[in-house]
């Protein structure tokens, strides 16, 4: 396999003059460029990856940190992003919070290695940095954008839609469909998102004239396994409400499946609103009815600012995300003058 070193020879220049050609940077004169590409061709030269980035300073690799490796959330958004980067030429490197430490120790960990590996730029979704965590980071790489997150010092470095019309979309969908007695499934608190969502839930409630306060909520941790277990829960505090929120797809399906094991039909006896509009929402039984969050726009858009930023590209930066509700077959309305869910049947307490 030829080197560099090789078309070197061949063209009868310098090392560094080959090295220039190749990379496409610094100036070259005309007719030595051509003698260069020349031999390139008649060798058939194709630098490898680590010799691309040696001749051009780039890994050109962009590192994406998120905290777990599972489930219908951060899967699609990784497919998104390495497809678009490999048709663009690039190349990505994931990290996910493993090992020691609480999650933001993880993050703070997770983030580093994508910096110890020369990655030209990265990708960020984390709830548990802090600000002043990411303006560290920045430090040392100024190329980080963030993901579902926001913070007022690092705007144009942050797309997120807005998670207060989507909570806010999914109480007026079950209010107009008569329901005013009403559950929630909330994720965890230290999750800005989740706060903004069901907090503008709970508002939007209260302006329809509901008591919030009488509004039984319990707290998750965005899996099915959650989901299975906040509506035991609620069921077994004896609550009765005829619509149930779920803060994220993965946990309306665990509680639609710990529904259907105590007999309680959806939409039948209880409607069911799910939220971020994954692949599980469209193959659920019932299908799910969930507020849509354009998470490939706003991954599309915040890896081509960041892509603008590393290499000079212009690709399209749109910051408009629309939030909509996703009808499907887990809302009905409620007859006029029916109350909330009875109490479930007895049902094993172990998960599936």
Not at 97 to 119: N, P, W, Y
Not at 147 to 152: H, Q
Not at 225 to 254: I, P, T, Y
Request: hydrophobic content about 40%; proline content about 5%.
């Amino acid at each position: 396999m030829a080197t560099i070193k090789d078309v070197a020879r061949l063209a009868g220049v310098g090392l560094g003059t080959a090295s220039r050609v190749v990379s496409g940077r610094g100036s070259v004169a005309p007719a030595t460029a051509e003698r260069v590409k020349k031999a390139i061709r008649q060798l058939d030269f194709r630098p490898s990856h680590a010799a691309r980035s040696l001749l051009s300073g780039s890994s050109q690799m962009i590192g994406v940190y998120i905290p777990i490796l599972k489930g219908t959330f951060y899967t699609p958004i990784l497919q998104v992003i390495d497809t678009e980067l490999r048709s663009l030429g690039r190349h990505m490197v994931v990290a996910f919070g493993q090992g020691t430490g609480d999650e933001r120790s993880q993050a703070i960990a997770g983030v580093g290695f994508l910096m110890d590996r020369g990655c030209d730029g990265i990708v960020v979704m984390s709830n548990d940095l802090l600000e002043k965590d990411v303006v560290a980071m920045r430090r040392r790489q100024p190329h980080i954008v963030l993901l579902n997150r926001r913070f007022e010092s690092l705007r144009e470095h942050c797309f997120s839609a807005d998670h207060v019309e989507g909570g806010t979309l999914a109480a007026r969908a079950l209010l107009e469909h008569g329901h005013r007695e009403l559950a929630v499934i909330a994720g965890p608190r230290s999750s800005p998102d989740n706060v903004e969502r069901v907090g503008a839930f709970l508002r939007e409630a209260r302006r329809a004239g509901l008591d919030i306060d009488g509004i039984p909520l319990v707290e998750s941790d965005f899996s099915p396994e959650g989901g299975w277990e906040g509506a035991r829960l609620l069921f077994e505090k004896g609550h009765r409400f005829s619509a149930l929120f779920c803060a994220n797809d993965e946990m309306a399906v665990g509680a639609l499946s710990w529904l259907h094991r105590a007999g309680i039909a959806v939409p039948g006896s209880l409607s069911v609103m799910g939220y971020d509009d994954t692949s599980s929402a469209e193959y659920s039984a019932p299908r799910l009815t969930s507020v849509h969050i354009p998470l490939r726009e706003v991954t599309l858009c915040g890896l081509h600012s960041l892509l603008n930023r590393c290499y000079g590209m212009e690709l399209d930066v749109d910051p408009a995300f629309p939030v909509r509700v996703s009808w499907r077959d887990s809302i009905t309305e409620l007859p006029r003058g029916r109350g909330g869910a009875p109490a479930a049947a007895p049902v094993r307490e172990t998960a599936p």
